[in-house]
């Protein structure tokens, strides 16, 4: 039986332990961290595998708000709080429940099992040629295939597409671990290109839409040999 791995930011050690228990007792989850919200912890998250995140919201370092504000990955959150004010805040983050403390074992059940359902839907109708990424506090679908370049912004990327552009929490290299390595390639620190949409270029700069990208020396046979065996 599939098991999902999940973690809990919670600052109160007694709500944690709560939790920890109830979730070793599901046949469904795997607990991988457990800590308060703090920038280290973040951190954390953000490069872990995680299917499942348990949320608490009024915590001292950081709040759950704040939390998921800084999350790049895009597991399902479920919020736990004392307080029903901060539901519809919390809907507004697209997460996936809310539980009001103290819960019920069929409410965290419940939970659970709407939660494990996203999970798997989310599996099945993400096609190879999208990518789920987190844009202005919402999750939005990319069209691979419209990508033009993605351009490094500090701790952001810069996704340009024929329609638009995104703005994403993110490192270039996160970024391009989720490309396709014969469909796109990182020609420069600053920039990752789609091969299918270079116009022309020589062994200073690609063109894409009038746009000019520098290309890393050390890349120039790897691009060669790319566009050489496109379609």
Known sequence: MKT?????????????KLLEQIIAKSKHLKLINAASANAETLK??????IDLLFLDIEMPDMNGFEFLSGLTIQPQVIITSHDQKYALEAFDFNVTDFLLKPYSTDRFEAAITKAIDKVKSAKKKQPESKLVVKHNLKQVELNVHAILYI?????YVKVVTEERNYVILSTMSAFNDRL??????????SY??????????NHEFIEIQNKKIPISRAKIVELDQLLNCLD
């Open 180 to 189: 396709e390595a014969d469909k796109f390639i990182r020609i420069h620190k």
């Open 151 to 155: 351009e490094a912004l500090g701790d």
């Open 4 to 16: 999902f791995n999940c973690a809990i930011i919670e600052d109160s050690i007694t709500q944690r």
């Open 44 to 49: 954390e998250i953000n490069k872990s595998k």
């Open 192 to 201: 990752i290109v789609n091969l299918k949409m270079v116009e022309r270029y």
